[in-house]
């Protein structure tokens, strides 16, 4: 067990990492919208003083402290619960729990306090900084503990790490395939995130306005990565949980499934969308994702299958290849 000060260090570091995540995120965030510091400056405003003002050194200033100790406390709590939680993992529902108030905490705020900000902050560049910083910290935790995740999670831990990889995949995929679709049709190659930014988080109805929005092609490639993931996670328990032919079957109905939703999703949101991008090139996209998660899974189990194979070999045949033992007796 680690002691209690250890916990307290890891935690208080993992807040750090945390803090200096988000606010990277957001300077890289006022900077793309040509307006430097604009948001730590605003919330301080409107948390301390009531109201917007222009941004000052100041006001960084505060939030910044702010910022700072109010992560160090979430990244000890943090600490202890994952401590708490390797000796009963019957607490582990209750780090879900602060995981998830740790990131809707925020967007409520924006929420309720939005008309003082006047459209400057939008509620998905704060959910946006908050799970890269979740991210950030949670990959501290098992950095700093290799164990972790087999001690929380137990065996699913590798159906976990298989996911997100399966995920991350899919999702670079879609990346690859719509920069080479909007360098082909010679416009900005950044054009498609951007309009599937501006719909799905902004709500526009009209994608062509946000076609040049790099704050918006910044949030969405993160939900996209994390959306990714999260289906990849699905897959990938589908993928321990079945046997062939059965599983190839699933996989195939839930990707049948994911495009469905995606596209309907999309028309749902904005027939622009459709009309601008076409629902063939959004569907070649999923399909070549689709084709890189169903690879890598192949790939996975014939990998595993060998492995066990071998290692079943060496078990029935355990002299095989070693010289007599001539000190026997007899």
């Given at each position: 067990m680690n002691s209690k000060s250890q916990i307290m260090r890891d935690g208080a570091i993992a807040g750090v990492?945390?803090?200096?995540?988000v606010a990277l995120w957001f300077l890289l965030f006022d900077l793309s919208r040509g307006r430097p510091f604009e948001t730590p400056a605003l919330l301080a405003a409107v948390l301390f003083h009531g109201t917007?003002?222009?941004?000052?050194?100041?006001?960084?200033?505060?939030?910044?402290?702010?910022?700072?100790?109010?992560f160090i406390g979430f990244g000890m709590v943090s600490a202890v619960l994952i401590e708490a939680s390797e000796r009963n993992r019957s607490l582990l529902p209750s780090l879900l729990i602060l995981l998830a108030a740790f990131e809707s905490l925020f967007v409520t705020l924006v929420t309720l306090l939005g008309p003082e900000f006047q459209g400057a902050l939008s509620w998905w560049s704060v959910l946006v900084g908050n799970l890269l910083a979740t991210a950030v910290m949670v990959g501290y935790?098992?950095?700093?503990?290799p164990q972790l995740g087999e001690q929380l999670f137990g065996p699913w831990v590798g159906v976990l790490a298989e996911g997100a990889a399966a995920g991350t995949i899919g999702g670079a995929v879609v990346v690859v395939w719509f920069?080479?679709?909007?360098?082909?049709s010679g416009s900005n190659p950044f054009r498609t995130p951007a309009m599937l930014g501006g719909v799905i988080l902004e709500g526009a109805r009209n994608p062509a306005v946000?076609?040049?929005?790099s704050p918006l092609v910044m949030g969405y490639t993160v939900l996209h990565f994390a959306v990714f993931v999260a289906f990849g996670v699905v897959?990938?328990?589908?993928?321990?949980?079945?046997?062939?032919?059965?599983?190839?079957?699933?996989?195939?109905?839930?990707?049948?499934?994911?495009?469905?939703?995606?596209?309907g999703f999309a028309?749902?949101?904005?027939?622009?969308?459709?009309?601008?991008?076409?629902?063939?090139?959004?569907?070649?996209?999923n399909l070549l994702s689709a084709a890189g998660m169903l690879g890598f899974f192949y790939w996975?189990?014939?990998?595993?299958?060998?492995?066990?194979?071998?290692?079943?070999?060496?078990?029935t045949t355990p002299n095989e290849g070693r010289s007599p033992d001539l000190t026997a007796p007899g």
């Open positions: 990492l945390g803090a200096a995540t917007a003002q222009v941004p000052t050194p100041q006001l960084v200033a505060e939030y910044t402290i702010f910022h700072l100790f109010a935790f098992f950095a700093r503990h920069l080479f679709y909007d360098l082909g946000a076609a040049s929005s897959a990938a328990g589908l993928a321990a949980s079945l046997d062939e032919p059965l599983l190839w079957a699933s996989f195939l109905l839930v990707f049948c499934l994911f495009e469905v939703f995606f596209v028309s749902v949101l904005s027939d622009a969308l459709l009309h601008q991008l076409g629902w063939g090139t959004i569907v070649a996209g996975r189990r014939r990998a595993l299958q060998l492995r066990s194979k071998g290692r079943a070999e060496v078990a």
